[in-house]
């Protein structure tokens, strides 16, 4: 079963150190508008899920537990088509999101699914 998620390894390094500070994680991309659209990275428990919410899949990283990522159940539906890959880049992210004082932003890249990887998620 492919996939909808994944991290680069820069993203991954990151995430070790914010769990090494913060504990246990998750992933919330929400679709707003502005920091609303990237994914927020937030202690686990401290953001509530909505029953609309979808559960792309869980980070596996070397090192700490499984990292959930969610995101809205409308913006699901425009990015359903696609492989998403959490990274990181340089600049002010969400003043909400855990990396925000660490000078760095996380983002959103992604590919659409090939046609097996898409009979292989609709199945």
Do not use: K
Request: glycine share 12%.
């Amino acid at each position: 079963m492919p996939e909808r998620v994944d991290l680069t390894p820069a993203a991954a390094d990151l995430l070790r150190r914010l769990v090494s500070a913060h504990g246990p994680v998750m992933f919330h991309q929400s679709g707003g508008c502005c920091d609303g659209s990237a994914p927020m990275c937030y202690p686990a428990g401290e953001f509530r899920v909505g029953s609309r919410d979808v559960h792309l899949g869980d980070l596996t990283v070397e090192g700490i537990d499984a990292v959930p990522v969610w995101m809205s159940g409308p913006q699901f539906e425009y990015w359903r088509h696609t492989h998403l890959t959490i990274d990181v880049v340089p600049g002010r992210g969400s003043g909400f999101s855990l990396e925000a004082p660490e000078g760095v932003r996380f983002l959103i890249r992604s590919r659409l699914f090939s046609d097996e990887e898409s009979a292989a998620l609709n199945g």
